[in-house]
């Protein structure tokens, strides 16, 4: 028998490879390796209803734990790989056991951007979230009248701060620059989430910097700004972004550029090594780029098994993308990336509005709150390359719907 | 419980008995029916598990509502009058017998 696909990290694209794989009937066997002790489990609920416990922790499994034995798949959970040999076409685990593979997977995903030890990350009561174990550990906290410190106002720290509210926590929210959201959202995206956390009573406070965590005993009291002012805390959730799981690749050699570089067909410097999710990136529309997104993760786990099944496949998906917070959905369809113009459609209600972002005159993204309309004729628009015009979209008499089918 | 049965375009069936208040995405990415991926976990962002009701069963799975509506729109395979996205419709004793049929992408 030849030896297996070997997919090495258990997550969203380890778990959309390995389906469409078997959709295919692709004989192929596969090795499904992971360092946490569950099966691919979704994540972006964990900062919204598995941390308000709403949904069961297996509720969360992409597919049953059992599917994978009853379809071939081995898998082995726990177990981290130590080292990829690309010469030899093998990997070696941590407990020394050396695995020959006829084409390896990368999924390796992206970890939780820790806050420096010398600034206090490393205390017991800080946490970062991003897998369910962290959710699990932190739970506990999450009790009416405790007071949370959240450090960073990305999606991460701004889906927790609505969770904790909606537990009964006081939250101090802080945000470095001068906006919530400024890396990744156009100023009326910020300024819209800002009142919406303010609504709900949490102290958000920009421009604000954090100079230590003060501890007693190894635990987090409160924390202290540049500016001198100390705020209490029973514990800190810290949510400044991530990096990308590209170690055990850039060891093995692999060209890496912001995570692992692949070509348009999700194949690393190394013809027998691909790659996919937040651990990659990639080219487009010129720029290497890195998206985590369960939208990317899956669709280039997609595209790895078409590619292996023979198909003529080249990743160029639109981005999508979405955030909970309180009643609020955002959605959000391609990239703002280099945004130089914004337009703001009013949605149907008071609380609904979309804005619709411009680069030289192109559309390239749309940010939708509470209008799903803007954000699926929005997608449609920018999928076909239709180009409406920022006057047209921002009149709520124009029918996007119309505007989409032309 | 609910007795559901997915029937695919080339003729497959698979019959499964759901848990009350499991919806149908999460019921049939479990039981491997095909061609329902349900990327967003069922929050109304991808339009993935995308199915037909039978006629004789559209109104027992309720209404459609503003979002599913305009979701709908979003579908690879074009929907039609008992377009459903599945992961809005939740298993109980009164779809007992439900038959649901899955598009095929191109």
């Keep these: 028998m030849s030896d297996p696909i070997v997919i090495i990290g ?68 726990n177990t981290r790989v130590d080292s990829i040999a690309p010469g ?7 407990n020394g056991e050396t695995i020959a593979y006829s084409q390896l997977v990368l999924c390796t995903g992206s970890r939780a951007r820790d806050l420096p030890d010398a600034i206090g990350g490393h205390l017991e009561n800080v946490f970062t979230l991003r897998n369910m174990a962290d959710i699990d550990e932190m739970s506990p906290e999450f009790k009416p009248g ?18 904790a509210r909606l537990l009964g926590l006081e939250v101090v929210l802080l945000e470095m620059a001068d906006r919530v959201l400024q890396r990744v959202a156009a100023e009326q995206t910020s300024d819209y989430f800002r009142k919406l956390h303010l609504s709900h009573g949490v102290d958000l ?11 007693i005993d190894g635990r987090v ?19 400044i972004g991530s990096i990308p799981n590209s170690e055990l690749a850039e060891a093995a050699g692999l060209d890496c550029d912001n995570g692992i570089s692949v070509n348009q067909t ?105 209008d799903p309309k803007a954000y699926a004729f929005g997608r449609k628009i920018i999928d076909a390359g239709l180009n409406p015009a920022p006057e047209v979209v921002a009149d709520p008499g124009t029918d996007l719907k119309a505007l989409a089918k032309n | 419980m609910a007795n559901i049965t997915w029937k695919t375009e080339d003729g497959n069936e698979i019959t499964v008995d759901v848990k009350d208040g499991l919806n149908l995405m999460e019921a049939a990415t479990s039981n491997n029916v095909p061609h329902i991926e349900g990327e967003c976990g069922g929050c109304l962002s991808c339009a993935t598990c995308h199915v037909f009701i039978d006629e004789a069963w559209l109104a027992k799975t309720g209404e459609v509502d503003d979002i599913e509506d305009t979701m709908l729109e979003m579908t690879d395979v074009e929907r039609r009058d008992n377009s459903r996205l599945s992961c809005q419709i939740i298993a109980s004793p009164e779809l007992d017998g439900l038959i649901i049929h899955v598009p095929e992408p191109e």
């Design chain 1, 266 to 370: 999700c194949q690393t410097s190394d013809a027998n090594i691909y790659a996919a999710g937040d651990c990659c990136s990639f080219i487009r529309e010129g720029s290497r780029i890195r998206l985590e997104s369960v939208q990317n993760a899956s669709d280039q786990g997609d595209l790895i098994a078409r590619v292996f099944a023979g198909e003529d496949v080249r990743y160029k998906s639109l981005p999508w993308f979405w955030s909970d917070q309180y009643g609020c959905k955002l959605q959000i369809a391609g990239l703002n990336h280099g945004f130089d113009q914004t337009m703001v459609r009013p949605g149907a209600n008071e609380d609904s509005q979309s804005i619709w972002y411009y680069r030289e005159g192109n559309l390239i993204a749309v940010d939708a709150m509470n």
């Design chain 1, 221 to 239: 009291t409160g924390a202290e700004l540049d500016d001198g002012e100390t705020i209490d805390a029973d514990s800190v959730l810290v949510g």
């Design chain 1, 146 to 163: 405790r007071k949370l410190l959240i450090i960073g106002g990305g999606y991460i720290g701004l889906e927790a701060a609505a969770v």
């Design chain 1, 10 to 77: 258990a997550g969203q694209a380890a778990a959309s490879f390995i389906s469409r794989h078997i959709a295919l009937g692709n004989q192929q066997p596969l090795l499904l390796i992971g360092d946490e002790p569950l099966p691919p489990y979704q994540r972006p609920p964990l900062s919204k209803k598995y941390l308000l416990g709403e949904l069961d922790r297996e509720r969360l499994f992409i597919r049953p734990q059992q599917w994978y034995a009853d379809r071939g798949v081995t898998t082995r959970f």
């Design chain 1, 205 to 215: 406070r920009e421009s604000a910097r954090l100079s230590r965590l003060i501890k």
């Design chain 1, 88 to 94: 030899d076409k093998n990997i070696t685990t941590e």
